[in-house]
């Protein structure tokens, strides 16, 4: 018996709301095949597209989903395969969707013993493998799809919030790496309150939006003042593509993630094209490599 799954990207962040915010990209992400085996343990016989460790423990997928076998223990054993489409390192949640897609994938195999919730926390052990610290912004999208707020983590508590009907996301990815750690390490421990009382009322606000499908205040929500001025120097023309796409017609524009990935939210897909042209014909002046996506938010 085996399962194959489409294992989705997703942005986390959404501007304003650091490790909190996120959403799944519908038609960005790998494949993932599980295959229950009689002999017992996890085998990762195929990974396809970027050198990732196939060991268990040095695999975010492997580690995920030894987390559910420790819980559930059945009395089999499962063989891997991954297909990755989604690089590594380009702030779309790459080891979000391994380690989501392999939990996900061993819950059908095994007849749903887990929840949403339980799922999130084993995949949670996967992305701590890359990114030193467990965190549920990219791991919630990709399992619960549309938009998720974490609201806490331990325990895991998850939220689902309405996505509008007609939202596309655009991604511009330029092709350098940047490590989550390190675009970790150059955000501020602390921030004054008049920074937080901006961030959080843009939280809020985005909330409101989504649930009420408010485009015009999603736009006026989509601000970032505590991450964007440290993270962006790390990316190359960063203000030159959110100033095209602003004026493509984006409802807004940040990073994607930790980054390089830059993303923009759109009010149907006319204007997404729109804005995709906007951005690509940023960075084809630059002669840095990048691909670009765009993907409906359902
Ligand atoms: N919220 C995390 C960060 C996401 O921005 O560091 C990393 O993928």
């Known amino acids: 018996k085996e399962i194959r799954i489409f294992a989705p990207a997703t942005v986390a962040n959404v501007a304003c709301g650091f490790d909190v915010l996120g959403f799944c990209l519908d038609s960005v992400g790998d494949e993932m095949v599980v295959r229950q085996v009689a002999k017992k343990g996890i085998v990762i016989t195929k990974s396809i597209g970027y050198d990732l460790p196939t060991e268990i423990e040095n695999n975010v997928a492997g580690v995920a989903a030894q987390a559910f076998i420790n819980d559930f223990d059945p009395d089999l054993g499962i063989e891997i395969e991954i297909y990755k489409n989604i690089k590594p390192g380009s702030g779309v949640g790459s080891s979000a969707a391994s380690a989501a897609g392999v939990v996900v994938a061993l819950n059908e195999l095994l007849g749903k013993p887990y929840n949403k919730e339980q799922l999130t926390a084993f995949a949670m052990k996967g992305e701590a493998v890359a990114s030193n610290c467990e965190h549920a912004d990219n791991i919630a999208p990709a399992i619960y799809g549309g938009f998720t707020l974490v609201k806490s983590c331990k325990p895991v508590k998850i939220l689902e919030i309405p996505t509008p009907s007609n939202l596309f996301a655009v991604i511009i990815h330029p092709q350098i790496e940047i490590k989550t750690a390190d675009s970790r390490a150059v955000l501020p421990q602390e921030i004054p309150l008049s920074q937080a009382i901006e961030q959080w009322a ?57 980054g390089p990935s830059i993303f923009t939210l759109n009010k149907g897909k006319a204007t997404a094209l729109h804005v995709e042209h906007a951005m690509r014909n940023v960075y084809k002046k630059t002669g840095i490599e990048f691909e670009t996506y765009i993907s409906p938010i359902n």
Do not use: F, M, Q, W
């Open 202 to 258: 843009n939280v809020g606000s985005l909330i409101h939006a989504l649930h009420t499908s408010d485009y015009g205040l999603i736009k006026e929500s989509l601000h970032d003042v505590v991450i964007e001025t440290h993270r962006s120097k790390l990316i190359p023309h960063y203000d030159a593509v959110k100033k095209a796409a602003l004026k493509a017609g984006a409802l807004g524009c940040s990073i994607s993630g930790s």
